[in-house]
């Protein structure tokens, strides 16, 4: 700003060397401020816009930082609830010994393991195929198995219904 300054100076003294008719040369220096006024009102306007602009920028970001925490959270959250973390141990009650045991599953989800007690293999049944996970009959009336077992009860149904006749 200071050089801009310094060159409009030596403009007006340019122009004040050159041009003895005292008349012109202050119609020619209201002119050139003039004009300098014109071009500093547009830059203040396209300043205020671009600052306008980076504002609109910023809170935008701000929006979207928050919206990715809230996703962020959200998929830890889904990885805590799909995925067994490495670290994860499981209390195991033995169906032929009743013996309950800890079973360490850092190595991956296993289908079977082995009674320290009895030596038993037990199948481990982690739900993957899509069976009603209530814990009380709920008859397809339930909020908890999102009405899954409603289907599975409707075709007991209709094949109790087709044996009776």
């Keep these: ?89 499981f209390e195991i009650i033995c169906p032929y010994c009743n013996t309950e045991f800890v079973e360490d599953f850092t190595d991956g989800m296993k289908h079977e393991v082995r009674c320290p007690e009895c030596e038993n293999l037990i199948e481990l049944d982690w739900h993957d195929d899509e069976e009603c996970s209530c814990t009380h009959e709920c008859h397809g009336e339930c909020d908890e198995c999102g009405d899954s077992c409603k289907e599975d009860n409707d075709e007991e149904e209709m094949d109790e219904n087709e044996d009776d006749m």
């Design 1 to 89: 700003m200071a050089n801009l300054k310094k060159r409009f100076n030596e403009i007006i003294g340019e122009l004040e060397k050159n041009i003895k008719n005292k008349e012109d040369l202050d119609y020619i220096k209201s002119q050139v401020y003039n004009i300098s006024l014109l071009f500093l009102d547009e830059m203040d306007k396209l300043a205020e816009l671009n600052l306008d602009r980076l504002n609109v920028m910023i809170d935008r970001e701000k929006e979207l930082g928050k919206r990715i925490a809230s996703m962020e959270k959200v998929i830890s959250n889904i990885e805590k609830e799909m995925y067994i973390s490495p670290e994860c141990d």
